[in-house]
């Protein structure tokens, strides 16, 4: 359950905020004052802080200043009508992660505590590269006991005992935020801000604004200065993944953060000093980018200082076991369920024999799913996708027809055909994969005959590709090659937002 701390002098603020987050998920406590606020911070413990500027006589600006002194990675949204002026912008100097103008729009609203949320988990949950991981109160672990993986746990803790500049690389679905946040956690700079920054989820023009702010009408719909993460992230570690899908001039902010510590923001003269660890990802070849002159070299070498690759799951199947595990644990844990499923030895070998296309978070999501089609206590062969470990049955032959049947006429009186339209079978990997999906979809069908394939398909595409862009619906609509106006429309169909908790 999330804990938020509403701070607003103002009863019909504090009734708003009541009525929106009227939720068994979330813990709303409230408070008149920053002085009531500052009281029940030890006690409560809250995940997020939401708080007016304008109070009696604690300010809100002060306020915030002792909220960061007790705790600099508790997330503070600052709430003020006068956005344009400098009092909102001071605020995020100090550490606010972020400010919403009075009256605001209640989805808007959701996305920026949804994402500090996010923010807030990241910054708090330790994650173990213990090896074994023979204990069980951790909540995020990076498992293996592979060689790739024992050289991967040693470079955590090189890196983590210095400042250096990290370069994670590894296919998609490896693990690279993960490792990112074991060496923030498990560094000098943990209990400063870490922020996390998915490089090709964010519109090119908008992913310098976002990485070092603007100024006030820098371009359209700039309507007030904004700082970025790095001033936000100020004495702390900040994340850049898929750092080789940035654009030459953000590239080149990037270098001279790196060799200078310095930036202006966007539309602006002033130069920003920042003290800012950057851990960067790619799952791209950097040293081919670099050859054919979409990265830069001198950028490339800056980040390049202490390489950490994570080796692809096929790489390394030894660790199929215990990710399974563990995963099993997991959902166990996540469910409430009393004992965590176990798993036969036939589903287990089919896990360890597949290729793994999609690394960790591949495995992740079939096991997932086939603790939800196990009938019983056991997952087993039958539960796992049909690609898995079996090849897909072959298509259930049509009947002949009778000899001599007359052709059906449609209301026209034209004929049609009365011989069974040709059905090719698929010859390529993807299209017998798909086919093989078909059939367990047609399978859980004619389970029940309440259910509709296509519905349920769309709505969980929809949510998949929310959850994988991180809520960014422009990238949404292009990975699932409809418009974004399309996506809005399946959103409010399914009534997606009132469920979907984007990680």
């Known amino acids: ?104 729009e209640v989805p808007k609203l959701k996305e920026v505590i ?119 992230c100020q004495g702390g570690t900040i994340f850049l993944d898929e750092i080789g899908d940035m654009s030459p001039p953000t590239q080149t902010k990037i270098l001279r953060v790196l060799q200078a510590g310095t930036f202006e923001r966007v539309g602006g003269n002033e130069t920003v000093k920042v003290d800012v660890r950057i851990v960067a990802a790619t799952n791209q070849p950097l040293e081919e980018a670099v050859s054919q002159r979409r ?71 079939v096991i997932h799913r086939a603790t939800v089609m196990a009938k019983g206590d056991a997952v087993l062969l039958s539960d796992l996708p049909v690609q898995i470990g079996r090849a897909p049955e072959p298509a259930r032959p049509r009947p002949p027809e009778p000899t001599g049947a007359a052709p059906a006429t449609d209301t026209g009186g034209a004929a049609l055909a009365a011989s069974p339209v040709p059905v090719t079978t698929p010859e390529r990997g993807d299209d017998a994969e798909l086919a093989g999906l078909a059939e367990r979809l047609f399978h859980w069908a004619r389970c029940d005959r309440q259910r509709k394939i296509i519905p349920a398909v769309e709505r969980i595409l929809v949510i998949h590709a929310l959850r994988e862009t991180r809520g960014n619906q422009v990238q949404a609509a292009k990975l699932l090659g409809i418009t974004r106006a399309t996506l809005r429309k399946r959103i409010e169909k399914f009534r997606i937002r009132a469920d979907l908790n984007i990680q």
């Open 295 to 365: 990265f830069r070299e001198d950028l490339f070498y800056r980040l390049n200082v202490v390489r950490l690759h994570l080796p692809a799951l096929r790489e390394r199947r030894e660790d199929i076991r215990l990710l399974v595990n563990y995963f099993l644990k997991k959902i166990a844990q996540t469910q409430q369920q009393p004992r965590p499923k176990s798993i036969s030895a036939e589903a287990l070998a089919a896990l360890e024999a597949h290729p793994w296309p999609g690394n960790v978070r591949e495995l992740e999501n």
């Open 114 to 232: 949804f994402s500090a949320l996010k923010a807030a988990r990241d910054m708090r949950r330790v994650v173990s590269y213990e090896p074994l991981l023979e204990s069980e109160d951790y909540e995020l672990g990076i498992v293996g006991r592979s060689e790739p993986m024992q050289s991967v746990f040693k470079l955590i803790g090189q890196l983590a005992a210095s400042d250096a500049t990290a370069l994670i690389t590894g296919e998609s679905g490896t693990g690279k935020e993960l490792v990112a946040r074991a060496i923030y956690h498990h560094s000098r700079r943990s209990r400063q801000p870490f922020l996390a920054i998915n490089c090709a989820a964010i519109p090119e023009q908008l992913l310098e604004s976002e990485l070092f702010g603007h100024e006030k009408g820098a371009f359209t719909g700039a309507t007030a200065q904004r700082i970025g993460k790095f001033e936000q």
């Open 1 to 104: 359950m999330d804990k938020l701390l509403l701070i607003d002098d103002e009863a019909d603020m504090q009734y708003s905020f009541r009525r929106i987050f009227d939720s068994p998920d979330i813990q709303l406590t409230t408070a008149s004052s920053g002085e009531e606020g500052l009281r029940l911070l030890p006690k409560l413990k809250p995940d997020l802080v939401i708080m007016d500027i304008r109070m009696g006589e604690m300010s809100g600006l002060e306020t915030l200043r002792r909220i960061r002194q007790a705790d600099a990675k508790l997330p503070v949204i600052m709430m003020t009508a006068y956005g344009t002026t400098q009092t909102a912008i001071e605020a995020m100097k100090l550490g606010a992660y972020d400010y919403l103008l009075k009256p605001f």
